[in-house]
């Protein structure tokens, strides 16, 4: 009998290998435009887009060039874009993010007026980029986190957002409590059609170092009071289900690809969508290492958000999102 003889009605999993239609075909997962957003800072003062230094092909906008990112954006397809504003002038309460001239409410208002509802408006709820120590909240006298009462200043960006003409609210300081103030809040103010996407799962990490520069933080020590200890799983989990019951409409983890086992977890535990926010160092990691030519960039883009989607990511917050949609590279 021969070699080929022999092998007559072998299972060879290959066959579905064998060319890219057949690939393409029998794919589990795709990263469609639908699903991503685009992470986007907007600078006070500026008279023409600022480089990040740590994250190549990513800047800080003017409010022009905001608005035609924007429109890109909606163009392309994408879910939406996140605004972090960033302030001239800071102070110990953050007090810019209660400004209704402020940057960050002002790009919502320039932003919503350039694409309507053509892609999603979302803000980032949170004081880090306005506080001149850095924090995400208010401090006590002893200097620690006051929650309660950074959660109240929440309530209020929320709602001024709302009325600058953000779709969504995303509130990322992790403080407890904070869902259900901004639900409440968005609902007093007529704003119930607003949705809330909760940072539930958001680890302290040292891979936001490169977003640290892009909102020009002037952070000193750590947030690992209020942000999650990366050790932890279970502790994610009952975050987000305290969110979920306080109104959050979508559940974020952050960051995702050293977090891709919280992501499953979350995904499997809740039956609302869940977002996952591929950070500012995962990014500069895959552009250092493709600029020295170590890896494929292309190819690394594609398999880190096919592995975000894959374990169960609804939507993926990249700063790839608009290259990935257009093809265009940055």
């Known amino acids: ?51 990040i230094s740590s994250m190549p092909g990513v800047v800080q906008h003017t409010l022009d060039s905001v608005r035609k990112v924007a429109s890109q954006a ?16 800071k102070d110990a309460v953050g007090s810019g993010a209660l400004e209704p001239a402020g940057i960050l409410n002002t790009a919502i208002r320039a932003v919503r007026a350039e694409v309507g ?21 208010v ?18 960006m929320a709602v001024l957002h709302a009325e600058a003409g953000a779709h969504l609210v995303a509130p990322s300081g992790m403080m407890d409590g904070q869902v259900r103030a901004i639900r409440a809040a968005l609902d007093q103010a007529d704003q119930a059609d607003i949705g809330i996407m909760a940072y539930g ?7 936001y170092g490169p977003f640290r520069e892009a ?24 975050e987000v289900a305290l969110d979920v019951a306080e109104g959050a409409d979508l ?22 969508p869940v977002a996952a926010y591929n950070v500012s160092g995962e990014y500069s990691m895959i552009e250092a290492a493709a600029a020295n030519g ?21 939507v993926i917050l990249s700063y790839w999102a608009l290259e990935v949609a257009t093809g265009v590279p940055r």
């Open 1 to 51: 009998m021969t070699s080929r003889q022999h092998n007559v009605g072998q299972i060879r999993p290959r066959r579905l290998r064998v060319n890219a239609a057949v690939r393409a075909m029998v794919a589990e997962t795709s990263v469609e435009p639908r699903q991503l957003i685009l992470p986007v800072f907007v600078a006070e003062g500026l008279s023409e887009p600022r480089p």
């Open 215 to 238: 909102v020009s933080s002037s952070l000193q020590g750590d947030r690992k009071t209020y942000q999650q200890d990366p050790a932890n799983v279970r502790e994610s989990l009952r």
């Open 201 to 207: 799962a958001k680890y302290a990490s040292a891979f």
């Open 117 to 137: 509802d053509a892609t999603l408006v979302m803000s980032d709820v949170c004081l880090d980029e306005f506080t001149d120590h850095g924090h995400c909240g």
């Open 139 to 156: 401090l006590t006298a002893g200097g620690v986190i006051d929650n309660d009462a950074t959660v109240e200043i929440y309530a209020q």
């Open 251 to 272: 559940i974020m983890v952050k960051p995702a690809l050293g977090y891709l086992d919280v992501l499953a977890a979350v995904r499997a535990a809740v039956d609302i």
């Open 294 to 314: 170590w890896i494929n960039r292309k190819a690394a883009i594609s398999e880190a958000l096919t592995s975000i989607k894959r374990a169960g990511a609804d």
């Open 74 to 89: 909606a163009e392309a397809g994408l879910a939406g874009i996140m605004l972090f504003g960033i302030p001239e002038h």
